[in-house]
T-cell receptor
Framework: GAGVSQSPSNKVTEKGKDVELRCDPI?????LYWYRQSLGQGLEFLIY????????KSGLPSDRFSAERTGGSVSTLTIQRTQQEDSAVYLC?????????????FGSGTQLSVL | DAKTTQPPSMDCAEGRAANLPCNHS???????VYWYRQIHSQGPQYIIH???NNETNEMASLIITEDRKSSTLILPHATLRDTAVYYC????????????FGTGTRLKVLA
């Protein structure tokens, strides 16, 4: 079956522009995560959605970052007034089973370059 | 901050066992140990997880010390395709659900 799909795979934008990154999770997966990975670094948690619960936004680095998940499926991460330090790979993951046996399934990410 | 410590890099000869260590000395009683790996230009992939017993699946084995302060991921017969960054993560299954990834161990399998 289809895995986690992210689009676009690459995005080049100018400083100050807004960007939207999309994540299509695996069908039926109730949990969705966004992570950011800067060059040569580990993954930085951004936000977590679980069903209809309020999202855990504790990892969003500034108020320029926001995310929504419509209908419990597709999620969009929006970065307003992009800065050069926002350049990174943005990874989305989804999971079905909550609790200790949860396994995250990651997409291939969106490479964002802010010029 | 990541709650685990891993060596930044390791080499392993093809066909030999790769033993990747992880220190998690502050692990709590309800926290599990998870391992993921990230092959270049891809998202991370789940490998294995455990609480206190040793675990084995088709990909690897996980050995957790009795005091649970450290663990070792074992790839029994490493291949070139196992070259990747390996992340060791500790995570509680209640409360916050976010996984905290560190910088991992870059494993290079040599022909």
């Amino acid at each position: 079956g289809a895995g986690v799909s992210q689009s676009p795979s690459n995005k080049v934008t100018e400083k100050g522009k807004d960007v939207e990154l999309r994540c299509d999770p695996i069908s039926g997966h109730t949990a969705l995560y966004w992570y950011r990975q800067s060059l040569g670094q580990g993954l930085e948690f951004l936000i977590y959605f679980q069903g209809n619960s309020a999202p855990d936004k504790s990892g969003l680095p500034s108020d320029r970052f926001s995310a929504e998940r419509t209908g419990g499926s597709v999620s969009t991460l929006t970065i307003q007034r992009t800065q050069q330090e926002d350049s990174a790979v943005y990874l989305c993951a989804s999971s079905l089973v909550q609790g200790p046996n949860e396994k995250l399934f990651f997409g291939s990410g969106t490479q964002l370059s802010v010029l | 901050d990541a709650k685990t410590t891993q060596p930044p890099s390791m080499d392993c000869a093809e066909g030999r066992a790769a033993n990747l260590p992880c220190n998690h000395s502050t692990i709590s009683g309800n926290e599990y140990v998870y391992w993921y790996r990230q092959i270049h230009s891809q998202g991370p992939q789940y490998i294995i997880h455990g609480l206190k017993n040793n675990e084995t699946n088709e990909m690897a084995s996980l050995i957790i010390t009795e005091d649970r302060k450290s663990s070792t991921l074992i790839l029994p017969h490493a291949t070139l395709r196992d070259t990747a960054v390996y992340y060791c993560i500790v995570r509680a299954y209640s409360g916050t659900y976010k996984y905290i990834f560190g910088t991992g161990t870059r494993l290079k399998v040599l022909a």
